[in-house]
């Protein structure tokens, strides 16, 4: 079952920071996060697995809450390269595929 | 240097003709996906691959078939049964068998119209 982002859209400011969610009706093994540019393929951020530790790349990071089946990718002092569509991608049930949400748009001005 | 090499990466098909996406990686990976993704939408899992000579239906199978007989090698046809086949297709791969611990790396996309 899909998992839903919220929001779907979001307009910052160079330097502000954002959250985006990420949720599932399902138990979830791992989340894994993807930004996209338009045309583009999505390119990796980082993976949370099922207790593990909360993941950091630079400025980004992310928390995988189990218990909730939510994750949340944090967004902190936005640079104009942030900018694209993010993705969860989220494996459910031990199924070994990945199933991805609805996508975040992220658009960051100067 | 190692990736996975889509091909074409436009092509226009006529109403009611098959038509094979090729994906090619080198990375040595064993397990390969497809997605179909549409204009302002997430992406949406066709098939996928856990090991050569077999593959799985993902959630919208329906109208594409796909083949797996070598490991770098994971084609999609796009079948006249699908009923709206434009859209974006992004094959990937992963080390393992499945996706959890594993990084899932994309293609660069096939555009596909139907004219």
């Known amino acids: 079952q899909q998992p839903v982002q919220s929001p779907q859209a979001v307009i910052l400011r160079e330097g502000e920071d954002a959250v985006i969610n990420c949720s599932s009706s399902?138990?979830?093994?791992?989340v894994h996060w993807y930004r996209q540019k338009h045309g583009e393929a999505p390119v990796f951020l980082m993976i949370?697995?099922?207790?593990?530790e909360q993941m950091r790349h630079e400025k980004i990071s992310a928390s995988f809450n189990e218990k909730k089946q939510q994750s949340s990718l944090y967004l902190t002092a936005s640079q104009l390269s942030y900018s694209g569509t993010y993705f969860c991608?989220?494996?459910?049930?031990?199924?070994?595929?990945?199933?991805f949400g609805t996508g975040t748009r992220l658009q960051v001005f100067p | 240097d190692g990736g996975i090499t889509q091909s074409p990466k436009y092509l226009f098909r006529k109403e009611g003709q098959n038509v094979t996406l090729s994906c090619e990686q080198n990375?040595?990976?064993?397990?390969m996906y497809w997605y179909r993704q549409d204009p302002g939408q997430g992406l949406r899992l066709i098939y996928y691959?856990?090991?050569?000579?077999?593959?799985q239906k993902g959630d919208i199978a329906e109208g594409y078939s796909v083949s797996r007989e070598k490991k770098e090698s994971f084609p999609l046809t796009v079948t006249s049964a699908q009923k709206n086949p434009t859209a974006f297709y992004l094959c990937?791969?992963?080390?393992?068998?499945?996706?959890?611990?594993?990084?899932?790396?994309f293609g660069e996309g096939s555009w596909l119209t139907v004219v």
């Open positions: 399902k138990a979830l093994y791992s």
């Open positions: 949370l697995l099922k207790g593990g």
């Open positions: 990375l040595n990976h064993d397990a």
């Open positions: 991608g989220t494996e459910q049930d031990n199924t070994d595929k990945l199933i």
């Open positions: 990937a791969s992963s080390i393992g068998q499945g996706a959890f611990g594993n990084t899932i790396y």
């Open positions: 691959s856990q090991i050569v000579n077999d593959f």
